[in-house]
């Protein structure tokens, strides 16, 4: 895989930050085998030359992310969800959707020098001339996203603020949850005592993807099933979370996915580059407003920022929330151990009352997490993302 189709984030030059692969998969495919506990691509080796009884079958839902797989060896288990995988389902006969996100938009805008709003004006003119019905935009589903995140904040503060509460999961740190490859990490490799910190609300993909799957689809008189949702993101470790089973449910017998299908940016710069059109000077569409944030004068607006900007919005909020204090300006980040990791402190008449961190890499994270374990804390939200330098 070239490293080329990598957002970013992604191809960040720290890539010692990220854990080396060094970590028996114990993917449990055949019990008796050793080969039950070799990584993923040694196990396929081993299952080739000594075949199992029954046929084995490892599907992205299987991946663990328990070393390296997650930012390297998982694109062999992508075909299912890849460029040419989209583009014959255009033709499939179902309605093909496609929400772009802000961070893929701006990557794009910076490779080709135009605008955001340029960008999303002429991927929509390019997917609908293959065939899409409508190209959205997932920042609407990221305010959403933060409107339940700064929901669910206040509500656990105000539980922990309870001397009777000592119940694991209504107490703080609240650590984000919108970025997979933390969540891949926690979920299978930390265990159960980190779980409960972790923020119940759906990320902006996965928000959109309910919103089409289950609302969307009525207005356009269609059955879930019938449309073949597909995201544009800046990671590829968004197509693992669009794979959970959480996201799947059922409608007349059938199974339906949110999201049927993540395009990385790199991938889409590839279908860009694929075309014979020159993408800076080819028509633009006017955007599909419902779930798009456009204004009267078809200007874009979002929170910006890689991350979301969760911890941002929620500290601002909670400051007004809770302390009634507005906050005016850029939020006063100090820099700790290394710009991935910022804390920002509310003081009111001289005392600390919220402090909240910017958690990003390997490394950070593993030091948060550990003092989450210890009880050592001494923040109420962290916004944790698995790649470094994230802005
Ligand atoms: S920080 Fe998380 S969401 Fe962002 S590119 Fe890395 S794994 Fe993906």
């Known amino acids: 895989m070239s490293s080329s189709r990598f957002s ?77 995988d989209f583009v014959t389902r255009i033709n499939s006969g179902k309605t093909v959707i496609v929400s772009v996100s802000p961070q893929s938009r701006a990557s794009l805008a910076a490779f080709f020098g135009l605008s955001q709003s340029q960008v999303f004006r002429k991927l929509t003119a390019l997917f609908k ?9 997932t920042s609407s589903s990221r305010d959403l996203a933060l409107i339940e995140a700064c929901n669910e904040f206040i509500s656990r503060y105000k539980l922990s603020q309870l001397s009777s509460n000592k119940e694991v999961g209504t107490s703080l740190p609240v ?16 265990g159960s005592y980190i779980l409960p910190y972790i923020s119940s609300v759906k990320s902006p993909q996965q928000v959109i993807g309910a919103a089409i799957k289950h609302h969307m689809v009525e207005k356009l008189g269609l059955k879930p099933y019938d ?41 889409v710069l590839d279908l860009i580059q694929s075309k014979s059109v020159d993408f800076k000077t080819m028509e633009e569409s006017p955007l599909d407003r419902l779930l798009t944030n456009v204004d009267d004068d078809g200007h874009l607006y979002g929170v910006s920022g890689g991350s979301g900007g969760y911890a941002e919005t929620i500290f601002r909020y909670a ?45 950070n994270l593993q030091n948060i997490v550990r003092k989450v374990k210890m009880g050592k804390c001494e923040y109420q939200f962290i916004e944790v993302m698995a790649c470094p330098s994230v802005v």
């Open 8 to 84: 970013p984030a992604l191809q960040a030059s720290d890539l010692n930050d990220f854990i080396a692969p060094s970590q028996d998969c114990v993917v449990s495919l055949n019990k008796n085998s050793a080969a039950s506990r070799l990584p993923i691509k040694k196990k396929q080796v081993v299952v080739s030359t000594k075949p199992p009884e029954e046929s084995v079958k490892i599907s992205l839902k299987d991946c663990l992310a328990c070393s390296g797989c997650i930012t390297s060896a998982e694109t062999v288990m992508l075909e299912k969800q890849s460029l040419d």
């Open 129 to 137: 001339s293959m065939g899409v019905k409508a190209v959205y935009d």
């Open 175 to 190: 650590l984000s949850s919108a970025c997979p490859g933390w969540i891949c990490y926690a979920e299978k490799t930390l």
């Open 227 to 267: 449309v073949y949702h597909v995201t544009v993101m800046p990671c590829y470790d968004k197509k693992l979370e669009a794979v959970r089973g959480d996201f799947v449910f059922s409608v007349e017998e059938k199974e339906v996915t949110e999201v049927d299908s993540v395009l990385t940016t790199g991938e």
């Open 319 to 363: 400051a007004r929330a809770l302390f009634n204090r507005e906050i005016e300006g850029p939020l006063d980040f100090k820099v700790l151990r290394n710009s991935d990791f910022r804390e920002v402190t509310l003081e009111v008449e001289g005392s600390p009352v919220l402090k909240f961190a910017l958690c990003y890499g390997f490394r």
